[in-house]
T-cell receptor, first 112, second 113 residues
């Protein structure tokens, strides 16, 4: 089955700096890669996703890049703000599947 | 606004008790999922269902069962709770084939004493 590795497990940045979280996946047939943000006491919420036919996607201060050859994808957050502090999860979905396989998460702390 | 609700935010049970966790979604989604979340282990899939009365095992189904009698409701059952089932339990739903975005509930923090 699919295996998703996520790094780093914790990340601290100064407010205004950029943050990058990286994930690798094992199943070359995977075709959907979402990123979720989980704030304290809440369930994960989708913040951005990318499909395998696209190399990059942006939404304001967040962007995701996908390298299918290397089987890795990354989340980029620019101009970080304290409200970006949360746990971020990457995930992958295989072709024809309903099932998300999640990375173990990255705890991002933005220091004011 | 889409919504997934879970019956309890916090639950304390004793070893050996039968425990029911309920999840309801109002989006008419075909697919529903139960995960458990533990520090350092991320989200692990317990069971999922792609239709009423249908269920599929996820990665860690041992010690759990599920029930889906109605499209909007998916229940997770711990037949005989054990201390190693103390965890955060998250329910999610998604639309039909080709619609992968999952919407999560707020979670139930279960403690088994």
């Amino acid at each position: 089955g699919e295996n998703v590795e996520q790094h780093p497990s914790t990340l601290s940045v100064q407010e205004g700096d950029s943050a990058v979280i990286k994930c690798t996946y094992s199943d070359s047939a995977s075709n959907y890669f979402p990123w979720y943000k989980q704030e304290l006491g809440k369930g994960p919420q989708l913040i951005i996703d990318i499909r395998s036919n696209v190399g990059e996607k942006k939404d304001q201060r967040i962007a995701v890049t996908l390298n299918k050859t290397a089987k890795h994808f990354s989340l980029h957050i620019t101009e970080t703000q304290p409200e970006d502090s949360a746990v971020y999860f990457c995930a992958a979905v295989g072709a024809g599947s309903y099932q998300l396989t999640f990375g173990k998460g990255t705890k991002l702390s933005v220091i004011p | 606004d889409v919504k997934v609700t879970q019956s309890s935010r916090y639950l304390v049970k004793r070893t050996g008790e039968k425990v029911f966790l309920e999840c309801v979604q109002d989006m008419d989604h075909e697919n529903m999922f139960w995960y458990r979340q533990d520090p350092g282990l991320g989200l692990r899939l317990i069971y999922f269902s792609y239709d009423v009365k249908m269920k599929e095992k996820g990665d860690i189904p041992e010690g759990y069962s599920v029930s889906r009698e109605k499209k909007e409701r998916f229940s997770l059952i711990l037949e005989s709770a054990s201390t190693n089932q103390t965890s955060m339990y998250l329910c999610a739903s998604s639309g039909g084939r080709g619609r992968n975005e999952q919407f999560f509930g707020p979670g139930t923090r279960l403690t088994v004493l």
